[in-house]
């Protein structure tokens, strides 16, 4: 069965660097999905991504990040300037089709450590 | 956005089956009823999804009355591996619609 993979499964990194979290989401879906949870909490949005541009972000998302789909297989999340308060396990997440009844996949993730 | 709510914790015994209810009173006429499974530092896994009525897979069943104000996860004999957060979400899906994910009901499955 196709799954959404992701890499590194940990990154550990100074406050202030930056990170590139990479996804290869499910070969043949439209949709690509960033999310977040921060231990404890709740699965939050990033962003989303279609057509290679941004379709949606939400007010986390803001100027230290970026995604780029570099090539056709893969999908990136650019934290510029890591923060203490960007530690958080950060998921993936593709979708096939534009209809309704169509439903995001998610990776297994990568934990971001920032120290 | 629909809003959701659901049991914040449940307890129940191997082989048992367990329904979680998920109340959704302002969904929309458009909204799908999905729910996700997720396993500490695993992400989120998709269980099933319905419009009304009833749905089923080889995983779980979700029953949904006429009124689709509320929805049911309903988890046959589960066993240890099923403790897990689940999660009810009300949406249209469509586009790029990001998801909005609630604190989900923490199921724990005891011996």
């Known amino acids: 069965e196709p799954e959404v993979t992701q890499t590194p499964s940990h990154q550990v990194t100074q406050m202030g660097q930056e990170v590139i979290l990479r996804c290869v989401p499910i070969?043949?879906?439209?949709?690509f999905y960033w999310y977040r949870q921060i231990l404890g909490q709740k699965v939050e949005f990033l962003v989303s991504?279609?057509?290679?541009?941004?379709?949606?972000k939400s007010e986390i998302f803001d100027d230290q990040f970026s995604v780029e789909r570099p090539d056709g297989s893969n999908f990136t999340l650019k934290i510029r300037s890591t923060k203490l308060e960007d530690s958080a396990m950060y998921f993936c997440?593709?979708?096939?089709?534009?209809?309704?009844?169509?439903?995001?996949?998610f990776g297994p993730g990568t934990r971001l450590l920032v120290l | 956005l629909a809003k959701t709510t659901q049991p914040i914790s449940m307890d129940s015994y191997e082989g048992q089956e367990v329904n979680i209810t998920c109340s959704h009173n302002?969904?929309?006429?458009?909204?799908?009823i999905t729910w996700y499974q997720q396993f500490p530092s695993q992400g989120p896994r998709f269980i099933i999804q319905?419009?009304?009525t009833k749905v089923t897979n080889e995983v779980a069943s979700l029953f949904i009355p006429a009124d689709r104000k509320s929805s049911t996860l309903s988890l046959p004999r589960v066993s240890l591996s099923d403790t897990a957060v689940y999660y009810c979400?009300?949406?249209?899906?469509?586009?790029?619609?990001?998801?909005?994910f609630g604190k989900g009901t923490h199921l724990i499955i005891q011996p």
């Open positions: 979400l009300v949406g249209s899906g469509g586009g790029a619609d990001g998801l909005t």
């Open positions: 070969s043949n879906h439209l949709y």
């Open positions: 997440a593709s979708k096939g089709l534009a209809g309704q009844e169509e439903t995001q996949y």
């Open positions: 319905g419009y009304k």
């Open positions: 302002n969904i929309a006429t458009n909204d799908y």
């Open positions: 991504f279609y057509n290679n541009e941004i379709s949606e």
